[in-house]
């Protein structure tokens, strides 16, 4: 079974960056996909970005298109969200995931899921 841990939370004042990490410990990495999610308090799960594990192919929620940008590192089986322009309202407990099925922008299809990291953005 695939373990993820993720890391780069904080604390970070609105407009500021922070780099998000998930190091996936299967190897080789066979899932078809890796996502980001975050949960705020009182509020769903919700779907942040995702990218396809072998070709890099990526989607974002309309929320953080354009200020948020995820990649993966095959070799180190690493995935990045590079948060830009962060607001309060991004501020949520961040959960990377691995996906196996083609509804790879769907929460419901990921079966595993890090521990979360908690990012805050203060005013």
């Known amino acids: 079974q695939v373990q993820l841990v993720e890391s780069g939370g904080g604390l970070v004042q609105a407009g500021g960056s922070l780099r998000l990490s998930c190091a996936a410990s299967?190897?080789?990495?066979?899932?078809?996909?890796m996502g980001w999610f975050r949960q705020a308090p009182e509020k769903e799960r919700e779907f942040v970005a995702a990218?396809?594990?072998?070709?890099?192919?990526?989607a974002y929620a309309d929320s953080v298109k354009g200020r948020f940008t995820i990649s993966r590192d095959n070799a180190k089986r690493t995935m990045y969200l590079q948060m830009n322009s962060l607001k309060p309202e991004d501020t949520a407990v961040y959960y990377c995931?691995?996906?196996?099925?083609?509804?790879?922008?769907?929460?419901?299809?990921?079966?595993?899921w890090g521990q979360g990291t908690q990012v805050t953005v203060s005013s």
């Open positions: 299967a190897r080789p990495f066979s899932g078809y996909a």
């Open positions: 990218i396809k594990w072998s070709v890099g192919s990526t």
């Open positions: 995931a691995v996906t196996y099925l083609f509804t790879w922008t769907q929460l419901d299809a990921y079966n595993y």
